[in-house]
C-alpha cells in the first residue's frame, strides 16, 4: 500500500527532501502562494507548527503558481516572502504544480486519495490541505476557506494516535446516540407514572442493549467499526 512516506520533494534550496524522514509523524500538506487572499494562513500554519512540532506534527508547504499566478516569484522572493512578511519556520517546497500532467507525484497521489466536491481530484485553489497519519494515509482534506486553527481537533486526534471518525460514520453515531437518550426519556416517564416494573424492565433493557451497541461500534482510540 503507498503511503504518504513514500514520496519525496525538493526544498526552495533544490535539495531532495524524502518524506520517509518523517514516518510516522502525522502531516500537514498545504499548497500555498505569496499574492493569494488566502496568504494571511500563513499565519496559523505556523501557529500549528509552533504549538504541535514537539508532539510530533509537520507542516510542509508547496508553493504554486497555478492558481491566478499569485506565487510569481523565484525561489529566493520565495524565501525572502516568508521571511518577512509572513515569517514561517516550516519546510517549503520549491514551486510545483499540483493539478495537470506537470502535477508533483505527491500531490497527484493526494488529490486522488482524499477527492473533493462533487468527487473531483482536482485541487480547487491555493491553501488546500491534506492531513496525513502517522501510518502516512490521508485522512482528510480541506478547502482554501478552512482555517488552520479549525485543523486543531483532528491534528490533536492523529497526534494522539486517533483516526477522526468519517461524516457518515459520525452521523450515524450521532443517530444512535437520540435513539439511546429517547429510550431513556421512556423509561423515565413510565418510572414517573408509575406504570409497573415490566415496561420499566423492558425499556431498560432495550437501552442497554443499544449502549451495548454504541460500545461495541466504538474503540478507545475513535475507531469506527
Not at 486522488?112 to 485522512?139: H, P, T
Request: charge should be negative.
Amino acid at each position: 500500500m503507498t503511503t504518504a512516506y513514500d514520496f519525496s520533494f525538493r526544498d526552495l534550496d533544490g535539495q531532495p527532501q524524502a518524506l520517509a524522514r518523517y514516518q510516522g509523524h502525522p502531516l500537514l500538506l498545504v499548497n500555498v502562494a505569496s499574492r493569494c487572499g488566502f496568504t494571511p494562513q500563513y499565519t496559523g500554519l505556523e501557529q500549528l507548527w509552533q504549538e504541535y512540532r514537539e508532539r510530533g506534527l509537520v507542516v510542509i508547504g508547496f508553493p504554486c503558481n497555478q492558481f491566478g499566478a499569485q506565487e510569481p516569484g523565484d525561489a529566493a522572493q520565495i524565501r525572502q516572502f516568508c521571511s518577512l512578511d509572513y515569517p514561517v519556520s516550516f519546510p517549503l517546497s520549491e514551486k510545483i504544480e499540483v493539478n495537470g500532467e506537470g502535477a508533483d507525484p505527491l500531490w497527484a497521489w493526494l488529490s486522488r486519495e482524499k477527492r473533493g466536491l462533487l468527487g473531483s481530484a482536482r485541487i480547487k485553489w491555493n491553501f488546500s490541505k491534506f492531513l496525513v497519519d502517522r501510518q502516512g494515509q490521508v485522512v482528510s482534506r480541506h478547502a482554501p476557506t478552512t482555517k488552520p486553527e479549525q485543523l486543531r481537533g483532528e491534528i490533536e486526534a492523529l497526534i494522539d494516535g486517533v483516526r477522526p471518525l468519517s461524516t457518515t460514520a459520525l452521523q450515524s453515531l450521532r443517530e444512535e446516540v437520540l435513539q439511546l437518550a429517547s429510550l431513556v426519556d421512556d423509561l423515565h416517564l413510565l418510572a414517573m407514572a408509575d406504570l409497573g416494573a415490566l415496561p420499566c424492565r423492558r425499556v431498560d433493557s432495550d437501552a442497554q442493549v443499544l449502549l451495548q451497541r454504541l460500545l461495541q461500534r466504538c474503540t478507545f482510540v475513535g475507531e469506527w467499526k
